[in-house]
Each structure stands twice: as C-alpha cells, then as structure tokens.
C-alpha cells in the first residue's frame, strides 16, 4: 500500500491512501488519525490500511485526486531521524572535503549521526536558508520507517521492522559542515529541516523494486530541469537498511515511526557533470566538485543560491516518480 | 503551575497538574490527552492548566496522592532533544580527556548536539546498557521545555519561548565518546536514552528559582546513598538558555515540545570525592575522576556498574526536592 499525509490544520496531517497509480487518494482517518498513530498501532492498523487500498485500487472507493502539492511529508514530525553513509563512494568522494574525520574508510561499520525530525519538510517547502553563502547542497537518499527494535537487534529483527519505505532529500549547508564536526559534537547548524516525497511505500508494494533490503530504483535530481544524477539506490550500497538499523540500535532501542536514511546515493563512476542523458552522475553537489576537481583542477559547479529550483524522485522502467517528486525552491529567510 | 505524566497505555502517557507542595494531582485530560498535545496548543491550554492548578492549591478539587513512582517523563518521547554545554568548567575538566576535540575552550559560541527523543526515560526507569564494560556514568542537567521558535530567533524571542523547566540525567557511555566524536558524525552510541525527573514546572511557578534564564538551585547527586555533588546549576553557567536556544535556531526553526539541556551543571572548585557535606562536588563521574587525576595522579571513583544507584534531584533552601527526583538503577541488558 501507499501511504501520505495531506496538509489540514494539525501539525501531524491527515492520513491518507493513496492508489497505486497515484491518481486517487481516500482519507485513512476512521484509521489513524495520522501515520505516527498508525505506526504505534500498526499491527491494527497495517491491515485495515492495506484493506482500504485494496478496495481503492478496485475501484469500490472512488476516492478524490491526488494532488502531490496538497502532500506533507510522510511524517511531518518524527520522534527520530538517523542518517546512516551506506554508500562507500559517496564516503571516497566527500572524504577529502576539508573537515571529514572519515579518513579510514569506514568499511566496517556504518557511520550514522542523529538528525533534527521536529519539523521535516513537505515535497514542495521552499528550502530556506539563513544566508546566501552556506554552500548550500541537496542530498538524495532512499529511507525507510520502521517498528519498534529492541537494544541489540539482531538483523533479522531490524529486517522485520522495516514498515514504509520512501525517499528524501538530506539539504547539507557544506560551509558548516566543518565547524560542526570540528567541534566534536557532530551535524547540527549543517543540517536543517530534510524534506521528504509525498509516498511512503510498503516493501511488498515495492515488489522487485525492495530486495535485500534496498531500494533498487534509479533516484533522479534535476536543477533548474537539468539532470544531475539518476544513481541507482540499490547499487554500491556496501551497508543495507538492515545493518543500519543494527548498527543505530547498539546501544539504544529505536521507537515506533523512526525514520533511518541510507545517505547519500552513489554508483562508482568516473563522469563528471553534465551528464549524457543516460549517465549516472551524482545525487548531491559535493560529490560533482569533488570530480571536478580531480579532472579539472577546480569545482566548476556551484552550490545552490536564492532561486534555484531542486527536484528529486525514484523513477522505475516506465519513467514513473514511484514516490512522488520532491520539488522545491531555495528561498533567503525573511527577517 | 507543576505538571507530570503519568504511566497509561499509551506512548504519550496522561498529562496531570501537580499541587504546589507535590502531594496530589488531578487529571489535566480534558485540556490536553498529553504534555506535547498541550505543548501544541500552549496559548488554550496553559491557562486551563493554571486554573486547575489554582483549583487543586485552594483545595476546591481533592485531587488523588501523587506518587513520583508512576510518573513518566514529562514528554516520554519528543520531537527533538538537544543538549547545549553552558558550563565552562565542566568543558575545562573534561577536554583533557581523550577524543575531546574542544581543546580551545568554546566560551563564544555554546557547544551543542542533537540528542535522540524517541524514547525518554521515566524518574525510575533503570539504566539498561549493553555491557558493563562501556563506562557509564551520568550527567546531572537542568533543561527547558519550549514553544515553536522561528529559524534566525533573537534572545528576547527565545526566552519568551521558555514554557517549562525541570531536571534531567543525561546518561553517557564515556567509552564510545572517543569513537562517536572521532567518527566526525557526533554523539550517538555514547548517549542512551536520557532520563527526566517526574516534574516540568514553569518559570514563574519557580519564583526566584528561575531568573536571567537559569535555574537557581543546587542539584543534588547521589549514588549508592553516598553524596557525590550539589553544584548550584545557576552558578558558571556562562551560557544562559536564551543562548542556547539562539544558538540551536541559527539555521532552523525549533518545534513546540523541544527539550534543551543546560549541559553538566558544573562549579569552578578544587574539590575530589568523597566532599564533604556542604561540599559542592560533582555532577557527573568524568568531573570527579579528573580532578582524581589532577590531584593523586589516577582515577579512583570507578564508573557506574550494574546494581549501582543514581539519585539525582533540584533541592532548595528547606532541602525539599522541588522537581521530584530520579532514582535509577543500572541493570544489563537482558539478551
């Protein structure tokens, strides 16, 4: 089934069904009242939910269009957000920015920092910044949703509770990156609010597209409708979502309606932009001048300013947005 | 006006108003199902909430026994839980030890890290570690609880956006400090679920206890029975809260329901353990355990080990314990 929030008067939105073509969407409230109620509840709610789609899809509800603008994220607020490096070459290619500490490659076990989840942006938020000089970046990644997992989870049952899958946009002010590592106690100012697709997916609607717990789906950025990137989510993913929840569960058990990204997108390639239309490319900027300076001598592409317009979606074979496109504008805070 | 949440079937828990001296409390359902709820809708439901609390003072509601033993934390999960470092001398004491990576001291801007809220720990909930090799030790903290703050706040935004203050313990795995700090990604493994004493109370409920946006009273630190601190927690705290809201809104806005620590309240003295009665002491074992090292050339206070118990409470002048106090157990996990 497919899941989203719509925009209502509470900080939580409405819960939603959606079709599995997107078109049509039939409120989930005689359900939950929104996705975290269903996620405390789920082994109520998960089948009276796939019920109400099942009967959407067949056309026994007709159900109102979809509108992806209407779309908060998934979770508009989350309890947690950890973001986990699962991508080796995204790790290779930002390790020799100035201020990572990742200097041994970590192979062994997934680095993980913990995110601000107490106001996530919806698909279409601007993307706000404080100043124009922050060196401001997007970061394309697939995430999941999941259960409650115990203290020392075991994979297995970090598996079992992976819920919803969906896709997000981790915005990166790299200027600060720096200072926040630097000082030791890790991401803070580099990262405000991530924004999120509007669909969030089970793994069994994901069909082929979920195995080994990954999503094996091309993610395409654009901006200003330039293609940046199309990596496939499923390839050069040293970590999977499994061994991220392992490893976010060490020393702590994870509530119900944590959301764990899997970083930054990222195939090993040798491109650098602009891409042919059937190149790979990159899902973040850092990584682009990264490879331009290894081919150039410089970083040619700039990060992003005031203006500039950033869309994110995972495409399947037919070209279409399975989650839904983020699509958002970069906006200077009005003081 | 006191408020506590007590233990029900549900995540959120019941949010109550607690009378002045601690010993009744009567529901606050009808305001607000939970503290975050209230928190969402601060402007109808604070003075709802201080009417039932003039009630329950004046004696007009009976009201029920309040037992301390069946209070949650006040939010027993939040949407976000940062924890700043106000106090210099606990950054002094403590940057000597290794992986610290504030080797000049940072007396301009505060420290601050983005903790996990997802599950908050009750007054009496034990300490659960992993294994009981990994150091442990606690961190006696004053913290608020805040209105929405919007991204850029200034000082008089941010402490008008104070709503509740009460006391935390901000458990540490010192052994995993080193790993997460040099990581590069922050504070995560080292941080377990922080703990919150049964009471949040608002700044004017608090009279002369609460001024210049710190908590004026000493926080009393017991383990084992045995007196280890009672540093005052309105004394060297250089960072005030209104600083460190400032700071944690420099590039993002702050949800209602964000809790922000204080950091270990910490007293400029030459003391070592055991102190004595009117001695001031430490707040967390690492404090002790260096001036041990200053003073005798090695450590002598051992860190926290299973069956050991922490007491940590706000007292004042009259010794009563203001915000009720935490009394944990470590246990480990049972596997």
């Known amino acids: 089934m497919k899941l989203a929030t719509l925009r209502n008067a509470r900080p939580d939105g409405q819960l939603v069904v959606v079709s599995a073509d997107l078109a049509r969407y039939v409120s989930?409230?005689?359900?939950?009242?929104?996705?975290?109620?269903?996620?405390?509840?789920?082994?109520?709610?998960?089948?009276?939910?796939?019920?109400?789609?099942?009967?959407?899809?067949?056309?026994?509800?007709?159900?109102?269009?979809?509108?992806?603008?209407?779309?908060?994220?998934?979770l508009p607020r989350a309890y947690q957000w950890i973001d986990g490096s699962g991508y080796l070459?995204?790790?290779?290619?930002?390790?020799?920015?100035?201020?990572?500490?990742?200097?041994?490659?970590?192979?062994?076990?997934?680095?993980?920092?913990?995110?601000?989840?107490?106001?996530?942006?919806?698909?279409?938020?601007?993307?706000?910044?404080p100043a124009d000089d922050l060196a401001l970046d997007f970061e394309a990644e697939a995430?999941?949703?999941?259960?409650?997992?115990?203290?020392g989870a075991t994979r297995e049952q970090a598996e079992a509770a992976i819920r919803l899958v969906t896709v997000l946009n981790d915005v990166s002010l790299r200027r600060l990156v720096v200072d926040d590592l630097q000082n030791g106690f890790g991401f803070f100012h580099a990262k405000p609010s991530t924004a999120f697709a509007p669909l969030a997916i089970?793994?069994?609607?994901?069909?082929?597209?979920?195995?080994?717990?990954?999503?094996?789906?091309?993610?395409?950025?654009?901006v200003n409708d330039t293609?940046?990137?199309?990596?496939?989510?499923?390839?050069?993913?040293?970590?999977?979502?499994a061994d991220l929840i392992v490893e976010a569960a060490r020393t702590r058990a994870l509530a119900a309606g944590t959301i764990i990204g899997g970083g930054t997108i990222s195939n090993p390639h040798d491109e650098t932009l602009p891409i042919k239309r059937d190149g790979i490319g990159?899902?973040?900027?850092?990584?682009?001048?990264?490879?331009?300076k290894a081919k150039y001598g410089r970083a040619r592409t700039p990060f992003l300013k005031p203006g500039?317009?950033?869309?994110?979606?995972?495409?399947?074979?037919?070209?279409?947005?399975?989650f839904g496109d983020m699509e958002q504008i970069v906006q200077l805070l009005d003081r």
């Open 227 to 241: 293609l940046y990137g199309q990596p496939n989510a499923g390839i050069g993913m040293h970590f999977d979502f």
């Open 282 to 292: 990159f899902a973040c900027i850092a990584e682009a001048r990264t490879a331009e």
């Open 202 to 222: 089970t793994p069994q609607s994901l069909g082929l597209h979920w195995r080994d717990n990954r999503l094996h789906l091309p993610v395409r950025v654009e």
């Open 143 to 151: 995430a999941v949703i999941i259960g409650p997992v115990p203290m």
């Open 89 to 129: 070459s995204h790790l290779e290619r930002v390790r020799s920015l100035k201020g990572s500490k990742d200097e041994e490659l970590q192979s062994v076990r997934p680095l993980i920092y913990q995110g601000g989840s107490d106001s996530l942006s919806a698909p279409t938020d601007p993307i706000i910044v």
């Open 28 to 74: 989930a409230g005689r359900i939950a009242a929104n996705l975290q109620a269903a996620m405390d509840e789920w082994e109520r709610a998960a089948p009276a939910l796939a019920e109400l789609a099942a009967q959407l899809d067949a056309g026994a509800i007709a159900g109102q269009p979809f509108d992806p603008a209407l779309a908060h994220a998934p």
């Open 308 to 322: 500039d317009r950033v869309r994110i979606g995972a495409i399947d074979a037919e070209g279409r947005s399975l």
